[in-house]
């Protein structure tokens, strides 16, 4: 097991609780509006089954961390300037785990995954 997806685990088990207690306050607000957006963004069928089929990882804790879904779903948690990009109509680009470059843009309040 990588030392980065020990990292994410406890990231993303740790934003669940607050997220989901009255301490919600203390996730900054472009990480707590990304958060809403890759759970609506997510693949429905691990949504439904509480954990990702590809990866195996607990939703909706797997959404709150940093790292980008692996199918891609979404892409990595975006820094307070690039959100704003994104929340503006524009389209941002990442390169995603297979190399591929991705855009992406807000639809409908979901991420909307653009190929180059």
């Keep these: 097991m990588k030392l980065s997806n020990i990292y994410y685990y406890l990231q993303g088990n740790l934003r ?3 997220f989901y207690s009255i301490f919600a306050f203390m ?3 472009h990480i707590y509006e990304q958060i809403e957006v890759r759970i609506r963004s997510m693949d ?3 949504y439904n089954n509480g954990v990702c089929k ?3 990882c607990t939703t909706t804790a797997l959404q709150m961390a940093n790292k980008a879904c692996e199918k891609p779903c979404y892409p990595p948690m975006l820094s307070k300037e690039n959100w704003k ?3 503006q109509g524009k389209i941002l680009f990442h390169r995603h785990l297979s ?3 991705y855009g992406w843009k807000l ?3 979901t991420f909307k995954r653009l190929p180059k």
């Design 16 to 18: 669940y609780k607050l």
């Design 27 to 29: 996730i900054p607000r």
């Design 44 to 46: 429905k069928d691990c």
């Design 54 to 56: 590809l990866c195996g």
């Design 85 to 87: 990009t994104l929340k």
């Design 99 to 101: 190399k591929m470059i």
């Design 107 to 109: 639809e409908h309040y």
